[in-house]
């Protein structure tokens, strides 16, 4: 392809015209030397000169062909019918069928073919090509070094007047950023001054933030579309609820309204596994919850208030301070409250009263954290007060497992995404404490000491290797944890399951005993006696406890025996190696 570009310029823009001749030298002019401005000489040492070794030009061009993409969909139908045959109608397609199976080329393919799967089939019948030979050297030893957790980066608030770091929410391609939200939670006691922006982190870049949020009210939360990367959902300090597209800039992309918004904080925000990746709801301490959709963000397309008593008055409402919502239940969703109970709500639910299942309450105060159990989603966490709570759907009178009473309060807690026994919990004295109660249930198997101020969240990588912790300075320290609490150790699945079982099946004896009790003292209060089927029911509960701790101790005591044949079979033999036996 030839480029032709012409330059145009006026004759009397060149100057004067040269008129060249041949004649003899003329002295125009002779200026003697001025011995003055020899003085002021001086010489420049060093002397730097640039030499470019390329021709200069003055304009130059590289023109290649246009390359063309183009991106075209197909609609798979059954077969490869012609466009004359109607692959719906029987009819055409026997006709069609017998027509071509007449067809010589046809006869001659399946011939050929028919000989190549037939060995096939004869080598598959011989040889099992989805046998996994080495299954068992596949599980993972359960490893014997110590836990252990060691700190990455810290990514620090860039603002003067420090917020704390409310929310943190993983980049979901990839993990390679961190969205954390800032705000101070201090009802009426911000700063003057105070910075209304949020940032995402680059994981290897904490000196600068790569992008930053400008909401219009300090952003209590914020959180990652997972279909979307570029999209992110805010909740704001005012009740209003924000989005980004991190394509078009700082500035918010879509907002709520004022007056159909919350009229507290938005502590919760969740966005829903939809077809169009564009639904989400939020929850507030204003006790409703609210559904959005993104693409007309104005007004809520849903609402359901908190009230247990079930009569939809806002006034009674409880304040939801975290939400749980489970992609395999998506008509079930939960919501942590501020006096300590968990409301399980049924979404699809005929009327606002009948959304609201059950509830579980064995909190103080209110309930930070609250997520269901990756691997059995029957089973959930919760953190609030000075304990954190593992719950069985099953078992509502009270949580299964609990942890100590803490000398300080518990501010946020996780699941490992990769192991089921394993979860994470912050505090306030600046410590990240992580369980496995596999391995102990008393106390931490890591107690990590952050930093000196309180930790207000936390949140898992998708790996389990990783965890982001906020705290109320609003610097987010990035932990890694050692392989041995992210990789999923051997029958640690059977032994977790069989644990919540068990458990769950011991809070169930326990409610059966208590509610005998409680039908005792009624009865004796109304002058009723029922003793004698108060001793059939203790009869039958005393052997529902007793066959309960049968299997309790067989299963200790069968895995007790499996620990001394390995240690036997680990044991070197005297000698110092194999010996042979001679014959006698």
């Not at 609820?241 to 004022?258: F, N, P």
């Not at 501020?338 to 699809?348: A, D, F, L, Y």
């Not at 299964?400 to 979860?423: C, Q």
């Not at 912050?426 to 309180?454: H, N, R, Y």
Request: proline share 5%.
């Amino acid at each position: 392809m030839e480029i032709v570009y012409v330059y145009v310029k006026k004759r009397s823009e060149f100057g004067k015209q040269c008129n060249f001749s041949d004649r003899q030298a003329e002295l125009n002019i002779d200026i003697p030397p001025n011995p003055e401005l020899a003085t002021q000489f001086v010489e420049r040492n060093p002397v730097d000169t640039g030499v470019q070794c390329s021709a200069s030009m003055s304009e130059h061009e590289a023109n290649t062909e246009r390359f063309e993409m183009e991106t075209r969909g197909v609609n798979h139908v059954e077969g490869g019918w012609p466009k004359d045959v109607n692959p719906l109608e029987l009819e055409q397609t026997i006709r069609f069928r017998k027509k071509v199976e007449k067809d010589e080329n046809y006869i001659n393919a399946i011939m050929q073919l028919g000989s190549i799967m037939e060995h096939c089939i004869k080598q598959n019948n011989a040889i099992d090509i989805y046998q996994e030979y080495f299954d068992d050297e596949e599980e993972v030893e359960v490893t014997e070094e110590a836990p252990s957790a060691k700190t990455i980066n810290v990514f620090r608030d860039p603002q003067d007047i420090k917020r704390a770091a409310t929310h943190v929410s993983w980049h979901p391609d990839g993990n390679r950023k961190l969205a954390v939200a800032y705000s101070c939670l201090n009802f009426q006691r911000a700063p003057a001054g105070m910075s209304h922006e949020s940032y995402i982190w680059e994981l290897e870049n904490p000196n600068r933030p790569e992008i930053v949020l400008k909401p219009p009210s300090p952003l209590v939360t914020l959180e990652y579309n997972p279909k979307d990367s570029h999209v992110l959902l805010g909740g704001c300090y005012n009740g209003q609820i924000a989005c980004w597209d991190t394509r078009k800039g700082s500035l918010v992309a879509e907002l709520s309204t004022i007056e159909f918004s919350h009229r507290d904080p938005v502590y919760g925000t969740i966005w829903l596994q939809s077809k169009t990746g564009t639904e989400c709801f939020s929850a507030s301490t204003d006790g409703q919850v609210m559904w959005w959709d993104i693409r007309k963000i104005s007004e809520p397309t849903e609402v359901v208030v908190m009230d247990i008593t079930r009569k939809e008055l806002l006034e009674n409402a409880l304040g939801a301070i975290s939400l749980e919502f489970e992609s395999t239940l998506p008509t079930k969703f939960m919501v942590g409250t501020e006096q300590g109970i968990v409301v399980s709500c049924n979404r699809k639910a005929k009327t606002s009263a009948e959304k609201i299942v059950c509830t579980f309450s064995g909190h103080h105060g209110p309930i930070y954290a609250l997520q269901r159990n990756p691997f059995y989603p029957k089973n959930f966490l919760t953190v609030g007060d000075w304990t954190a709570r593992i719950w069985s759907e099953d078992s509502r009178e009270s949580s299964i497992m609990w942890t100590k009473y803490h000398m300080a309060y518990l501010t946020d807690g996780a699941w490992s995404p990769v192991r089921p026994a394993v979860f994470f919990t912050t505090k306030m004295d600046g410590t990240l404490d992580i369980w496995d109660f596999v391995f102990k249930q008393c106390d931490p198997a890591l107690s990590l000491k952050v930093c000196d101020e309180a930790l207000f969240c936390l949140r898992v990588q998708d790996t389990g290797c990783l965890v982001a912790c906020g705290s109320q300075l609003g610097t987010t320290t990035l932990l890694e944890v050692s392989s041995g609490l992210s990789t999923l150790q051997r029958n640690e699945r059977n032994i977790a399951s069989s644990m919540f079982e068990r458990e769950t099946r011991r809070e169930k004896i326990l409610e059966a005993r208590h509610r005998e009790m409680r039908l005792k003292e009624k009865g004796r209060a109304e002058g009723k006696d029922d003793e004698q089927r108060a001793d059939e029911l203790a009869v039958d509960l005393q052997d529902l406890v007793a066959k309960a701790e049968e299997e309790f101790f067989s299963v200790i005591f069968q895995e007790l025996k499996k620990k001394e044949a390995e240690a036997m079979e680990k044991k070197p033999k005297p000698g110092g190696g194999d010996e042979e036996e001679l014959p006698t």
